[in-house]
């Protein structure tokens, strides 16, 4: 074996499985919150706002993490636009991850709304008080929501097919556990 | 390099349709939540939607409530709040407050003699960095105990059938307590003259952790002189605003806060439920109007009063309104921001 690395190292799938626990709860917690005008509005919303907080942090941690330790490379007999998709998607999630905790904070910020984390603390608003400006990040906030939950379709479509179909080591790569059973050495 | 092992055909097939079954369930689990898959759940969309007669245009307004006049001023807590709550805003001192006089009308344009419902918006703001946001009306119970009574009370209202408002108040008994305060009670011509009463129950948390259902109401310094709307209608469409106008102008207006504490099994999730006159009432401090400014340039208009920003120290009870009032009062505003080419803005260069 040479240096090269076939999987994440062991924060970098931390992260990722975590990550992917918060992003879902998430999305869900959004789509379901807006939809209902019951007690359990109030719950979720005061569950999105730091969750969100929680998943920018993680975020930039995680690209920190991932610029220091980079990725293991995709099989070389990978199609390229199915590189170039694997690619293009994991830039398209740093840009969500990062993108909509900031687009909602900017969001409650034009509106003058308090943006309250667990145990009452309070960030300060990052953007002032604007009708024009919320209504743009209302809308950039909703339509990317979709957009990411899409994304993660695909993207779960497509590590199923490396592990199922494909069987080419991809999802081992990112597996909480060692699979190796699925993966064989060249002889 | 690796050496994939590739599958046979029909396991290729198989786990093709595994990764269908699992992304499909994954869609349909989102749209069940989103409520795609569930017409009847009583949305923020249908609620505003409901509010919103036929032949009104509310573009750019707020959904209910929709005329109103900005104020500024002060509230001076004197203190007696703190045995009930931790909040700040209750510390014995001066605290902005910004405000919105209002009717109940979706219709921007009604005239005031019309309306029967007046109501009041207010954020304090505290040096702590936090906020109590509430939004109250004159109305001393409100007309029914559920959301989903409101909702059905707003298409009642607004519906063709001679006979819907008959079966909505044989439906809901708990209508009748307002039914009686909107036709008996009397009229004032001022803003000023009006007690304002927050109607759902809150939890104050007191410095030692423990918790007092409570309610609300601003009670007017100014003597209420009763008026019938008939002779309300002849001072004009917008009498009210130009009235608080002209007497905050020539002198500082002012309402004593009062808190009402509740005696265990007084009913906290039903504002259609007053509470028993004997109740013990603490004031709290004194809000004081100082100034009024006009809606379209003035410093509420993009606030939303919503009951739920609340400091630590208050927090929302059993009652389910203040939840349904955040949901609708949040769409209502983010309509009504997206709308500001509708808005009638006359001074130039006020906002784009």
């Known amino acids: 074996m040479n240096g090269v690395r076939r999987r994440f190292t062991v924060p970098q799938r931390i992260l990722h499985w975590l990550m992917a626990v918060c992003i879902l709860a998430m999305l ?92 009452g603390v309070h960030l300060p608003a990052i953007l002032p008080l ?41 999802f081992e790569a990112m597996a909480p556990v060692s699979t190796h059973d699925a993966v064989v050495p060249a002889e | 390099m690796l050496q994939p092992h590739r599958p046979p055909a029909r396991s290729v097939f198989g786990s093709l349709l595994l990764i269908a079954v699992v992304l499909g369930a994954s869609a349909a689990a989102f749209a069940y939540t989103a409520g795609w898959l569930s017409p009847q759940r009583l949305t923020a969309n249908k609620m505003v939607d409901a509010l919103t007669p036929p032949d009104v245009n509310p573009a750019g307004h707020r959904r209910n409530h929709a005329k109103g006049i900005c104020f500024t001023g ?115 011509g001022s803003y000023a003259e009006e007690r304002f009463n927050s109607l759902n129950s809150f939890i104050f948390v007191d410095n030692s952790g423990a918790e007092h259902a409570v309610r609300w109401s601003l009670l007017p310094a100014a003597q209420p002189v009763s008026v019938s709307p008939d002779d309300l209608a002849k001072r004009g469409p917008d009498v009210l605003e130009q009235e608080i106008t002209e007497r905050v102008h020539s002198g500082p207006q002012h309402w004593t ?35 009024i400014e006009p809606e379209r340039d003035g410093p509420c208009r993009d606030i939303n009063f919503d009951p739920t920003v609340l400091p630590a120290g208050i927090h929302t009870s059993d009652d389910p309104f203040p939840a349904a009032r955040s949901s609708a ?8 921001t997206a709308e500001v080419q509708d808005y009638p803005y006359t001074t130039t260069g006020a906002k784009p």
């Open chain 1, 28 to 119: 869900f917690i959004g789509v379901g919150m807006v939809s209902t005008v019951m007690p359990k509005y109030l719950t979720l919303v005061s569950i999105h706002k730091p969750l969100g907080i929680a998943i920018l942090f993680l975020a930039l941690v995680r690209l920190a993490v991932r610029l220091a330790y980079g990725a293991p490379p995709l099989p070389v007999d990978l199609p390229e636009p199915m590189k170039l998709a694997a690619h293009l998607s994991h830039y398209a999630f740093y840009v969500l991850m990062i993108g909509m905790p900031l687009i909602g904070w900017g969001m409650l910020s034009a509106a003058a709304y308090p943006v309250v984390l667990f145990g």
């Open chain 2, 257 to 291: 806060m009062v808190v009402t504490v509740a005696n265990p099994g007084d009913p906290t999730a039903d504002p259609s439920k007053a509470w028993p006159e004997d109740r013990r009432a603490i004031e709290v401090g004194t809000l004081t109007v100082q100034q």
């Open chain 1, 130 to 170: 604007s009708d024009s400006v919320h209504t743009l990040l209302w809308n950039a906030h909703f339509y990317l929501a979709f957009a990411f939950f899409a994304l993660i379709l695909l993207h779960v479509g497509a590590a199923l097919f490396h592990a199922l179909v494909r069987r080419d080591g991809v």
């Open chain 2, 74 to 188: 002060i509230f001076e807590a004197n203190g007696a709040g703190s045995a009930l709550s931790q909040a700040q805003v209750f510390s014995r001192g001066q605290y902005p407050a910004l405000g919105r006089f209002n009717i109940a009308t979706p219709d921007p344009n009604a005239p005031d003699a019309t309306v029967r419902v007046r109501g009041l918006g207010l954020r304090i703001s505290t040096p702590d960095g936090q906020q109590w946001r509430t939004a109250m009306i004159d109305a001393p119970v409100f007309p029914v105990s559920t959301p989903q009574a409101f909702y059905e009370l707003l298409l009642a209202s607004g519906s063709k059938d001679p006979n819907a408002m008959k079966a909505f108040a044989g439906a809901h008994p708990e209508f009748a307590a307002f039914g009686a305060w909107a036709t008996s009670a009397p009229w004032t």
């Open chain 2, 329 to 336: 009062y949040a769409k209502s505003y983010d309509r009504r």
